[in-house]
């Protein structure tokens, strides 16, 4: 476990994500005493079609100001800032990975949310929370980097409170397999864990989840990327994007990864599945 930790850590933390988003600030030319959460967004939402996709995902359920909401794999903490701000409610988030909580609650400071969002790490194996705390448990391209699919939904569903509602966005193995590497979430297969939607469909259920909602994404992520990558090649790399959470490697990263949807190595799908009551 302490090698697996340790590994998503160097994964991720760069040692200077907050200093490369603050000079992103610099060249887009926010000032940082007036941040919007939509400002960050474009560094902030670690995943597939950035902000649209933490729409689409919020408005699978009811959110409501007294909710308590759980980030499992927080990441900076976007989609937390986001569902805090937009429903009122309460988000707390838990991530691996030290560089990206610490980074996350200053991010949090400078938006003003610090009342509502509350990071901290945590290994969404051990969650270290209570069984039956949360009213809807939250988790965006997390699970890839997680063998022990069990664990992981066990331990959602253990924190959820019963009738409760597990949302994710996910990355799944595709028909063809064998993805090329590297890929935003690793730079080989020892930290990809991929499972095909159906045999994540099982582990879910498996643990007592109903499948209330499960949609595939895959035309529009791929549309995405393209644009994307596109706009790289002609404009280079904007200010402020995921490509700063990606190493030197980034652009490559985001293309195999938009490859690998192409030629159906991978999908991706969004849903919202239910704790039984
Ligand atoms: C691609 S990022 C997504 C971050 C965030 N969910 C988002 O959408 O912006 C994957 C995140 O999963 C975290 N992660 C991977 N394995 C984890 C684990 N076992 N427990 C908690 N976080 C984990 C990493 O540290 C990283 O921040």
Same mark, same amino acid.
């Given at each position: 476990m302490e090698r697996y930790a340790e590994s998503v850590d160097r994964h991720y933390g760069n040692g200077e994500v907050i200093t490369k988003i603050f000079k992103g600030f610099d060249l887009a030319d926010k000032n940082i005493n007036s941040l919007t959460v939509d400002d960050l967004s474009p560094v902030d939402e670690?995943?597939?079609?950035g902000k649209q996709s933490t729409l689409e995902v919020a408005e699978l359920v009811d959110l409501k100001p007294t909710d308590h909401v759980l980030d499992v794999g927080? =990441?900076? =903490?976007g989609s937390a800032r986001h569902l805090a701000e937009h429903y009122k409610c309460s988000v707390f988030g838990i991530d691996l990975t030290e560089e990206y909580i610490s980074a996350g609650t200053k991010l949090t400071e400078l938006v003003g949310l610090s009342d509502r969002v509350e990071l901290r790490q945590g290994n969404a194996l051990q969650i270290p929370y209570e069984n039956n705390q949360f009213d809807t448990v939250w988790t965006e391209h997390v699970q890839m980097n997680i063998a022990d699919k069990n664990g992981f939904y066990s331990e959602l569903a253990r924190v959820l409170k019963p009738g409760g509602h597990l949302l994710f966005h996910d990355v799944f193995l595709g028909a063809l397999a064998s993805p090329h590497y590297p890929v935003p979430w690793a730079?080989?297969?020892?930290l990809s864990s991929l499972v095909t939607e159906s045999e994540a469909r099982m582990i879910m259920e498996g643990v007592g989840f109903k499948i209330d909602h499960w949609e595939v994404k895959v035309k529009e992520s791929i549309e995405y990327f393209r644009k994307g990558l596109s706009l790289m090649e002609t404009d280079g790399p904007p200010p402020l994007g995921i490509h700063l959470l990606m190493g030197l490697n980034a652009k490559e990263k985001l293309r195999n990864y938009c490859l690998n949807l192409i030629e159906s190595r991978v999908t991706v799908a969004l849903g919202a599945v239910r704790k039984s009551t």
């Amino acid at each position: 476990m302490e090698r697996y930790a340790e590994s998503v850590d160097r994964h991720y933390g760069n040692g200077e994500v907050i200093t490369k988003i603050f000079k992103g600030f610099d060249l887009a030319d926010k000032n940082i005493n007036s941040l919007t959460v939509d400002d960050l967004s474009p560094v902030d939402e670690f995943h597939t079609r950035g902000k649209q996709s933490t729409l689409e995902v919020a408005e699978l359920v009811d959110l409501k100001p007294t909710d308590h909401v759980l980030d499992v794999g927080c =990441g900076l =903490g976007g989609s937390a800032r986001h569902l805090a701000e937009h429903y009122k409610c309460s988000v707390f988030g838990i991530d691996l990975t030290e560089e990206y909580i610490s980074a996350g609650t200053k991010l949090t400071e400078l938006v003003g949310l610090s009342d509502r969002v509350e990071l901290r790490q945590g290994n969404a194996l051990q969650i270290p929370y209570e069984n039956n705390q949360f009213d809807t448990v939250w988790t965006e391209h997390v699970q890839m980097n997680i063998a022990d699919k069990n664990g992981f939904y066990s331990e959602l569903a253990r924190v959820l409170k019963p009738g409760g509602h597990l949302l994710f966005h996910d990355v799944f193995l595709g028909a063809l397999a064998s993805p090329h590497y590297p890929v935003p979430w690793a730079e080989d297969e020892s930290l990809s864990s991929l499972v095909t939607e159906s045999e994540a469909r099982m582990i879910m259920e498996g643990v007592g989840f109903k499948i209330d909602h499960w949609e595939v994404k895959v035309k529009e992520s791929i549309e995405y990327f393209r644009k994307g990558l596109s706009l790289m090649e002609t404009d280079g790399p904007p200010p402020l994007g995921i490509h700063l959470l990606m190493g030197l490697n980034a652009k490559e990263k985001l293309r195999n990864y938009c490859l690998n949807l192409i030629e159906s190595r991978v999908t991706v799908a969004l849903g919202a599945v239910r704790k039984s009551t």
